[in-house]
């Protein structure tokens, strides 16, 4: 607990302090700006802008961005885009530029007052629109808050942004963990000396198909927890919270053992189809749904070989380009699996070898990401210490 003194803090609406700024620029080149930012640039919950766009894609955005500025995307306000400009750049419509008036509110505070679940609340609470919600300036600047003297501004702005450098550093050391393991898979594989079809070292199965009102919220009589698309994240982690649980499916259904991977066999995204899982030993028991393989390695000591062998970059790239359908979504095919020709070795000590060089990585990596999920979580608690009441 930091032991805030807020008895003088002042109340404050957010656009007493704050202007929506809307700035437009015509002449990019004499501006010097050469980047585009839309929303798909703006990470959930980031305030880094990490991608961008370029000028010479023929994009129509004419609003200026300047170093120093909080971005906050107003449509569907639920995806928590909020972002503090590091650069010279224009930006989508969907997305506003917010300034502090720094005669009383410090331009680096309010970022975070920005990512606050105060703030967000609000813009939630008055977004308007069924398909694509937006809120707007009007009710976004009539939010309330308390805001502290200029002196507690700067111990805290110095603080959330201690928090931030030390989550970005790490970040970047993930990012390089698993560079190091892409080359080293990629490496690794391409010296083996021979091939195998994964059909003959493998079963797979699709999920099964069921109707929305056989799924029940929690355990029921004759029901199934089933793995769907929401539990595989994209990141390689599989989150067991908010599975389903199906009655009527048939005893014939497969269902996840020690021996088991988890496909993405139909998705939207052509990238994530292929994307492999290992089920962690709480998911044995449960089954994957009609979007997902149900994989099972002939032999149970070859499932983690398998596992590295189908997530390496190459091999994700050979399943995304083979899905079927060329607009909406993708799907790859059992028959087309079976015949894939993976990397292989004869000899159980060269994978076993193989497995334990990429499990060292992995463990490392997963380590890194722990340290930043314990990181964000302690910078959460402190913006709410912050920001979140008297």
């Given amino acids: 607990m930091l032991n805030l003194d807020k008895s003088a803090w002042k109340r404050v609406a957010f656009g007493d302090v704050v202007r929506n700024v809307n700035e437009t620029v015509r002449d990019l080149e004499a501006a010097g700006i050469d980047r585009i930012i839309a ?4 990470d959930p919950g980031e ?49 506003y530029t917010f300034d502090a008036d720094e005669t009383q509110l410090r331009r680096d505070l309010l970022p ?17 629109g069924s398909l694509s919600p937006r809120t707007n300036w009007r009710d976004l600047k009539d939010f309330e808050f308390n805001l502290p003297s200029f002196e507690e501004q700067t111990r805290m702005a110095d603080l959330l942004w201690a928090i931030e450098r030390h989550k970005r550093t790490l970040a970047d050391e993930v990012e390089s963990v698993q560079g190091v393991l892409a080359r080293v ?18 079963t797979t199965r699709s999920g099964p198909s069921f109707p929305a009102s056989d799924v029940h919220g929690e355990s029921v009589e004759g029901s199934v927890p089933v793995i769907g698309i929401p539990n595989t994240k994209p990141d390689g982690t599989i989150d067991l919270e908010g599975v389903g649980h199906v009655t009527g499916l048939p005893a014939s259904v497969s269902t ?13 995204n052509r990238q994530r189809i292929g994307n492999v899982y290992i089920p962690p030993e709480a998911a044995h028991g449960h089954a994957v749904s009609a979007f997902q393989f149900l994989m099972r390695a002939n032999d149970m000591s070859d499932r983690d070989y398998l596992f590295w062998v189908l997530s390496e970059a190459g091999m994700q790239h050979r399943m995304s380009d083979a899905a079927s359908g060329t607009v909406g979504l993708g799907n790859l095919a059992v028959r087309w699996l079976n015949e894939l020709e993976i990397p292989w070795t004869e000899l159980p000590e060269e994978r076993r070898a193989f ?36």
């Fill in 256 to 268: 996840i053992d020690e021996s088991s991977l988890i496909l993405i066999r139909t998705n939207g």
């Fill in 355 to 390: 497995v334990e060089t990429l499990g060292t990585l992995r463990d490392g990596l997963a380590r890194l990401r722990a340290e930043v999920a314990a990181v964000t979580a302690v910078g959460k608690v402190v913006l709410g210490e912050m920001l979140g009441g008297s």
């Fill in 185 to 202: 898979a990629a490496t690794r594989l391409s010296a083996l000396p021979t091939t195998a079809r994964l059909g003959d070292l493998t």
């Fill in 39 to 42: 929303m798909e640039h703006l």
């Fill in 47 to 95: 305030l880094k802008v990490s991608r961008w766009g370029s000028t010479d894609a023929g994009r129509t955005f004419t609003r200026r961005v300047k170093p120093g500025q909080t971005l906050f995307g107003k449509r569907r306000a639920y995806q928590r885009k909020a972002a503090y400009a590091e650069f010279d750049a224009i930006c989508s419509g969907d997305i």
């Fill in 112 to 128: 975070f007052i920005v990512q606050s679940e105060g703030f967000f609340e609000h813009a939630l609470g008055t977004s308007a």
